[in-house]
């Protein structure tokens, strides 16, 4: 259960902290002169939309997760951390491929107005939930809806606080980063995390 927890922390930060999340969406603040607090504003809106569809899809799968669990506990031990494993050789693949998350910068420069840019990202993020973090949702599962419900609370709280601290300290000037090898370390980071918490779940549980 711990290192489910651990892992859900760690990434949950990750994927707050790469830069293609909100790195375009400072960009277009800045060039639009948004003031900040209508840069934070929208931040808050993104991520939350982010959240919300991810979180929603989590309580889906760990709903169905934990039905299953309930006639099939013994397969269950071994397969939820399968997923883990699994899923964090395919993210390793998938990174190397270069499918990153990102904002599309395209689709921004084609949006005219204020409203319309705002309104494209809120529906991109929402229909853009964080994958990598639903196995967890499906481990977290297995040991019932209070820790389920850990798991998607951690994820929520350091997801969107990650995600507005990025764009305050782009904002500001102070972020002066490598966007892309920070995306290329934080993928790498990522999967690996997966697979470590699997492997852990086998040893400990």
Wanted: with cysteine; glycine share 8%; aromatic share 12%.
């Amino acid at each position: 259960m711990v290192e489910i927890l651990t892992g859900t922390f760690i990434i949950s930060l990750l994927h707050a902290l790469i830069p293609s999340h909100w790195l375009p969406l400072v960009s277009l603040a800045k060039a639009q002169k948004w003031s900040e607090s209508e840069l934070i504003k929208v931040g808050f809106s993104l991520s939350l939309a982010h959240v919300l569809s991810t979180v929603l899809l989590g309580l889906i799968l760990g709903g169905l997760a934990q039905k299953f669990y309930q006639s099939y506990h013994h397969l269950l031990l071994w397969f939820g951390p399968g997923i883990l494993i699994l899923s964090g050789f395919y993210f390793i693949y998938r990174h190397h491929t270069h499918h990153h998350f990102h904002i599309d910068d395209q689709m921004m420069e084609q949006t005219k107005t204020r409203k319309q840019v705002i309104y494209a990202l809120l529906a991109f993020m929402f229909l853009s939930p964080c994958l990598e973090i639903e196995a967890y949702f499906i481990n977290a599962s297995f040991y019932g809806w209070k820790i389920l419900g850990l798991s998607l609370a951690i994820y929520t709280i350091f997801s969107m606080a990650g995600m507005l601290t990025g764009i305050i300290l782009a904002n500001r000037g102070l972020n002066k980063i490598n966007s892309h090898k920070w995306e290329h370390n934080a993928g790498i980071v990522t999967a690996l995390t997966m697979i470590v918490t699997g492997l852990l779940s086998i040893i400990f549980h």
